[in-house]
């Protein structure tokens, strides 16, 4: 695709986030989106809904969620008709803990946990999709690296990747959760990033997707 981003962040800054998904839809590519069933994954899938999306939304299901997390992610999975597809790592939560559980962060082993857990699952879902596009639910306040960014970008795998709700603060994503009573989960646990503001690896590693 040759596109000047440039140009098109500033034609979509002024578009609605169900718009900035057609813009790529009409694009006529291979997409994917993914999501985390985190606080406010709700707002992305509910305008993906809007937007008719038909294509795979991806959840790397690390296997570390809490109870919470599940029920909340089962009732948005029913109630959107959006095409999920879960992955999950190769080695299971329980054989993961009788091996001595997760590494502590410093260690050489939190990369390999990380690949493991996050990484790998999402090639798997570039490798069986294909996509030439990502559509994300990422915002520009939530990580130094994110600041880089914008609503259009093309990541360390060449994908198109495009962020609808990129400009958005957390108060208008609250506001818009409450406004359409969408369900979100209280307590959310990532087992592979290191504070609440740091990346989790899928929006900074180079993926292999064929």
Known sequence: MNLNLDQINQQLRLKSPEQIVRWAMQLDQAIIASTSFSKGSAVM????????????????????????????????????????????????VERRAALGGVPSPESEAFKRFVEEVKLEPFQRALQEFQPNIWITGIRREETVHRETLDIVTWDENGLLKVAPIFDWT?????????????????????????????????????????
Do not use: M
């Open 45 to 92: 899938l509910n305008i993906l809904q809007q937007a008719e999306a038909t294509f795979p939304v991806v959840w790397v299901d690390s296997g570390y969620n809490t109870p919470e997390t599940y029920r909340v992610a089962q009732r948005l999975i029913d109630g959107f008709t959006l095409d999920f597809h879960i992955f999950t790592p190769r080695v299971s």
């Open 170 to 210: 957390q108060e208008r994503v609250d506001r818009y959760l409450q406004s359409l009573d969408l369900p979100s989960p209280r307590s959310y646990f990532d087992p592979t990033k290191l504070s609440e503001h740091a990346e989790c690896g899928l929006h900074t590693s180079a993926l292999i997707a064929s």
